[in-house]
């Protein structure tokens, strides 16, 4: 009987314990930080715009996928492509297929000997003939404006000749007519369109510099000076846009020449060793800026209680 009633009290005193030990908290996951809108912003270099492909390869690898895309001259060319869609492998594969007759009309003209119009055609038919509106990725090509000299981002329109204007460079190409305008090379007012990028709402930017750099020594005859000139003229410009990336990749194509197309694949090497070499600093700095982003939506959060 005791043994009973001992038995009893037990199974009393442990359901009371049940009912008045409260439930253990539920573990809240830590939120994910926000992925910040990465852009990449390719500058103009002609052939050496090879370089380009390379780095988007290294970038994709290491699971890095640009969100917005602007372009200068070069760089709008490849940018186009990969706003299209295309994986940095299947622009290496554009690149070892292109014949440079492909993009070569030549005319006799006080304007330019380029006319610029198989490579419009050639760009809108590797985009599918889509507008640039209606490609994957936000896209933003840079041109001048030959009357103003004001910079202009195509981010509509016909996606071929906005990627012509961006590359024509005077006194080569014909400058193309668009909407009663006439454009030139991008290059002339942003190398490497880091502004642009920011003005289309971009997080963070990845620029890539492929501009040649005035060379020390005595610039030589008319056309030396020029040269020099204009060179010495791009370099401000290009130290004002890059001052406003988050990183900057230089690769090594300073003795590849513009039209040396010969030299795709050591352009395309260059790009990739480049972009390897900065990738610490760019998961630094995408790390640093989803923290940011973090506390600045925690911030607002507090101050609309």
Known sequence: MQRRRFLAA?????????????????????????????????????????AHIGVIKVLEAHGIHADIVTGTSAGSVVGSLYAAGY????????AQQLDEADLRDLTVSSQ???????????????VG????????????????????????????????QAVRASCSIPNVFIPPVIQGRRYVDGGLTSPVPVSAAREMGA??????DISARARNGKAEGFLGLL?????????????????????????????????????RNRAILEGEKAAQQMMPLIRARIDAKARELAAAQAATRTVSR
Do not use: W
């Not at 996951?29 to 852009?39: C, G, N, Q, W």
């Not at 490579?119 to 809108?124: E, F, G, I, S, T």
């Not at 997080?203 to 890539?208: C, E, M, S, Y």
């Open 10 to 50: 037990s199974l009393f005193l442990l359901l009371s314990a049940c009912a008045t030990t409260p439930p253990p908290e539920p573990v809240t996951p830590p939120a994910a930080l926000p992925k910040p809108r990465i852009a990449l912003a390719l500058g103009g270099g002609a052939a050496k715009g090879f």
């Open 112 to 126: 330019g000997f380029i006319k610029g119009e198989a490579l419009q055609a050639y760009v809108n038919r590797l």
């Open 203 to 208: 997080d963070l930017i990845i620029a890539v």
């Open 227 to 263: 040269d020099q000139s204009v060179t010495i003229m791009g370099e401000r410009l290009l130290n004002q846009e890059l001052k406003d990336a988050d990183v900057v990749i230089h690769p090594s194509v300073g003795q590849i020449g513009g039209a040396d197309f010969d030299a």
């Open 129 to 160: 003939n889509r507008n640039i509106e209606k490609l994957g990725k936000p896209f933003g090509a840079v041109a001048t404006d030959l009357s103003s000299g004001r910079r202009v981002v195509f981010r509509r329109g016909n996606t071929g």
């Open 87 to 94: 994986s940095g492998f299947q622009l290496q594969k554009v």
